[in-house]
């Protein structure tokens, strides 16, 4: 009996938990493959980016408890938004950008989000909410900003600070909303952290490269490249628009 018992593995309590002991193990290798530009982002290099986002929280006087929405295709600046939030205790409203405009911006009011990261040119000049554009080939409309010039208007901060209460809400999901109104569900740090997790070793993960197609605003397009692939020391390979629509492209 004593032979065969299986002991008991620690449970991560927060996304901190995962970030930090995957920055630690894998602080060099590839964290990120966008298979848009076959660029590649390694786990120190994220970390950088993650703190001076979280800076310029701080100049937002964005806080913990507060909410960011984002409504985003495959894009490293998403993941870094994600990782951020998560690390500040800030709460991800993940929403599907292929929403109507008018749903869009109903979620973006029902969640109370303070700011919207997007790649959609019809969401410019919200009133009630400070809107960031993703970096792409296109420029963001007129008086619009975009993630690399939102980012250079802070300096990035030395220590890494986290506290975060495990019950806080990591994340806000909506259903299809087939029947009515999408409905919000809340996962909080330790159930997103614990999924993540449980995800990675059912399946055996361990430094794999990991194809994420699903879209962000759904529990496995997240769960999988922000949070199992961190816990498996695996790399992230992000799509391109070719490749969102012709995965074979990512194995030649």
Known sequence: ??????????????????????????????????LEDDSQI???????????IRRRFIDLELSE??????ASPHHPESLFICWAAWLSGITLVAIDKELPVKSIIDL????????LVTDQHALANQQQVEVVFLDNETSPPNDSICFADWL?????????????????????LFTSGSTGLP???????QALAIS?????????????????????SMMSGLRNPAVASLSSGSTVL????STLHHPWISWQ
């Open 65 to 70: 408890g507060d909410r960011i929405a984002i």
């Open 238 to 241: 992000l799509p391109g628009r």
């Open 183 to 189: 409905k919000g569900v809340m996962l909080s740090q």
């Open 42 to 52: 390694s786990y120190e290099d994220a970390d950088y980016v993650i703190d001076c």
């Open 108 to 115: 973006i009011q029902r969640t109370k989000s303070k700011l």
């Open 152 to 172: 250079d208007a802070t300096v990035c901060p030395e220590a890494h600070q986290y506290s975060i209460n495990p019950e806080n809400i990591a994340t806000i």
């Open 196 to 216: 993540g997790k449980n995800m990675a070793d059912t399946h055996g993960w361990k430094s794999e490269s990991i194809l994420s197609l699903g879209p962000f």
């Open 1 to 34: 009996f004593y032979g065969k018992s299986i002991l008991p593995v620690a449970q991560p309590n927060t996304f901190t938990d995962i970030w930090l002991t995957a920055k630690d193990l894998y602080h060099d290798a590839p964290l990120i493959h966008w």
